[in-house]
Structures are given as C-alpha cells and as structure tokens.
C-alpha cells in the first residue's frame, strides 16, 4: 500500500513557474514507476510527465517538452514536477500517481495509487 500526498499547487501568473512534490508514504517507494497526470474542468485526466522506477526513463506530453521536468528522490520517497513557463491552458487539478513495478504506463487505469490532487492556476 502506497499513500500519496501532494503539495505546491497555487496561483501563478503566465510564464511563471511551481514544483510540484508527491510524498510517498512507505518503504518501497524505489519499487513503483510514477506519474503526474492532471485534470481541467470538463475534460478527462491526461498524463502529463512520468518516470521510471530507478529516473533513467522519463515521458512528456506533447504540450508540455521542453516546459515542465519531472525527478524523484527516491531516499525521500518524493517525486517532483517542476513547470517551468506555465500558460494558462495548464491550469487543472493535478495527481500525483504510483503504478506497481518498474516501467511507467501512459493510461491512467495503469496506476494503482493516486493522491488528492493540488490545483494549479495560471492567471493570464
């Protein structure tokens, strides 16, 4: 069992920037891929960045390469996603997510354990 805790969500202007962190309660937090994945009012949850077991593999999302960096600490039990350049179309609930085993999914039904969410907005 894996409990997750996010934090760092907030308001922000467009261009600016947050981190956004996920604790990882337990002790085999270097067991379980991660991912971050988000959710705008009226739209489905998408992946947004995700990362490997070990943080030698990672995915972005189209609409966020080149803006946002995701990495874990896994002597912390924490991962990280640092948005960097938001806009307001970033603006959504985001999840912090654990998905038993090494490799990370893409589909949001592939994760096993899910936070409560931090809401990020970008004011334009």
């Known amino acids: 069992q894996v409990q997750l805790v996010e934090s760092g969500g907030g308001l922000v202007q467009a261009g600016g920037s947050l981190r956004l962190s996920c604790a990882a309660s337990?002790?085999?937090?270097?067991?379980?891929?991660m991912g971050w994945f988000r959710q705008a009012p009226g739209k489905e949850r998408e992946l947004v960045a995700a990362?490997?077991?070990?943080?030698?593999?990672?995915y972005y999302a189209d609409s966020v390469k080149g803006r946002f960096t995701i990495s874990r600490d896994n002597a912390k039990n924490t991962v990280y996603l640092q948005m960097n350049s938001l806009k307001p179309e970033d603006t959504a609930v985001y999840y912090c997510?654990?998905?038993?085993?090494?490799?990370?999914?893409?589909?949001?039904?592939?994760?096993?354990?899910w936070g409560q969410g931090t809401q990020v907005t970008v004011s334009s």
């Open positions: 337990g002790r085999t937090f270097s067991s379980y891929a």
């Open positions: 990362i490997s077991w070990s943080g030698g593999t990672t």
């Open positions: 997510a654990a998905r038993t085993g090494l490799r990370f999914g893409v589909r949001s039904d592939e994760y096993d354990y």
